[in-house]
């Protein structure tokens, strides 16, 4: 029996610096590569899904330099703890011998559910199972209160992150070596990968019509230089679009944070904003279905069908909040200016479950990451970490003026705007804004 190495792909589809593909391949042991389609993430998805087909087509690159490496990528279909068991019997059938599974950290959780139970199969057929931190600079654990407590408000993180950051001996942004070539292996027959279609999938799921957003890999450096001075301009392309790519990892969080600390301060802040909501699901994995703040969960929501649909098709009657329905609802991107503006208006405007609405961008978006979609959607409420103060009440028209002053952004989605078929206003800002107020107030001054 040939002893083995095993890398498992899962939110890292690259082979460029890549810590625990690295770390595999210097195990000493020839290594071979494994992703699987994820059962219980897919079987909730609608049958035409552009995110999955994305993987598909990244995964077919990746089979591609793992083949020309002398490699081999397997990907399987089904529950990721069986299809490692099936593996490891094909394995042996094919006279070699998993010794260790090497994978990255996924912080959600039931991903952390899936590798304990991993972890155990492992345990019992004697296989190594090591995980790696790679999907973001710092993992949850590094940034901490000097009492060992996780931080709850942006700020002091912030500041404490950069602490932990200078402090290291190693370089955290130091890029992970990865050569392919000699340390692959290629242990199995070639067995094609699961098509779409044998998953559930729609074909048309390969369509790349709502990926143009996030055709470049790496930011343009004048997009960085003038990120703090556009980046809430949806009408212009201000923000470096990555957040496709940091979702399934096909672009280093490292190299991308070696490019904030180059040209841009507040963009490598907006990268610690997103640590700092893996570190929050990490620390408190309830907040991925309740409100961080448990108080805010006695705030009886409305329940109006007509005003969730008008929101979700981008009719309610405010241009703004209609121009991002519409762009999500076409292209599966949102600017974020726009999510922030839309999110509030669904919480405060409409009195709907900030739940509802982050299940929609869940569903709606190409680069939904459930810690990000999450702790924003709890911003808007005012129900999360550091939240937006239930009192503050975004104004869309507002918002509209400061934002996008010539209209060119709404003129885009919302091209009736301004004539007769443009709907009125579903809701009036100031009875909405009062009514939000009162409603809140109520609900948690109650004992």
């Keep these: 029996m040939t002893p083995i190495s095993l890398f498992w792909h899962r939110r890292d589809l690259r082979t460029h610096d890549n810590r625990g593909l690295s770390a595999a391949l210097s195990s000493g ?30 995964l077919s690159g990746l089979s591609l330099n793992y083949a020309e490496a002398g490699g081999q990528l397997v990907v399987r279909y089904g529950s990721p703890v069986e299809q490692l068991q099936v593996l490891y019997q094909d ?17 959600a959780p039931y991903p952390v559910e899936r590798d304990q139970m991993v972890e155990e199969w492992c345990r019992s057929a004697g296989v190594g199972f090591t995980l790696w931190d790679d999907h973001v600079v710092l993992p949850p654990e590094a940034v901490l209160k000097d009492d060992g407590t996780p931080y709850t408000v942006f700020t002091p993180y912030s500041r404490k992150w950069h602490k932990v950051f200078s402090a290291r001996e190693q370089d955290p942004l130091s890029e992970a070596v990865v050569e392919l070539r000699g340390h692959c292996i290629a242990p199995l027959e070639t067995v094609a990968m699961p098509t779409l279609e ?11 019509d709502g990926w ?40 280093s969080v490292r190299a991308l944070a070696r490019l904030g600390f180059a040209h841009s301060e507040k963009w490598l802040t907006e990268l610690i ?29 409305r329940h109006d069908e007509e005003h969730f649909a008008a929101w979700c098709q981008g009719r309610t009657g405010y241009p703004l909040v209609d121009a991002g329905m519409r762009e999500l609802n076409t292209t599966g991107f949102m600017h974020n200016r726009v999510r922030m503006v839309v999110a509030s208006f669904f919480c405060k405007h409409l009195l709907l479950d900030w739940r509802l609405g982050e299940r929609y961008f869940a569903a709606k978006l190409l680069d939904f990451e459930l810690a990000s979609n999450v702790g924003g959607w709890q911003w808007a409420s005012g129900s999360g970490c550091d939240a937006a103060p239930y009192f503050r009440v975004f104004n869309p ?22 004539s007769p078929d443009y709907p009125s206003p579903i809701v009036e800002h100031k009875f909405a804004r009062q009514r939000a107020i009162d409603t809140y107030k109520a609900a948690l001054s109650e004992a």
């Design 29 to 58: 042991r020839p290594v071979v590569a494994f992703f699987c389609f994820d059962q219980t993430i897919l079987n909730p998805l609608p049958k035409r899904d552009s995110r999955v087909g994305f993987i598909h087509s990244e």
């Design 91 to 107: 394995l042996q059938s094919a006279g070699f011998e998993l010794k260790e599974i090497h994978t990255n950290r996924d912080y």
């Design 198 to 208: 044998s998953m559930g999938f729609d074909s048309q799921s390969a369509n790349p």
């Design 212 to 251: 143009s957003a996030f055709e470049n890999r790496k930011p343009e450096q004048g997009i960085l230089e003038n990120y703090e001075e556009n980046r809430d301009t949806p009408s212009v392309i201000g923000t470096a679009r990555m957040s496709l790519h940091l979702r399934f990892g096909t672009v």
């Design 273 to 301: 904003w997103r640590e700092f909501y893996q570190a929050i699901l990490h620390h408190f994995p309830h907040s991925a279905r309740d409100a961080f703040r448990a108080k805010y969960d006695r705030i009886p929501w």
């Design 397 to 418: 028209e507002s918002q509209l003026k400061k934002f996008d002053p010539s209209g060119a952004y709404v003129r885009r989605w919302v091209p009736e705007w301004g």
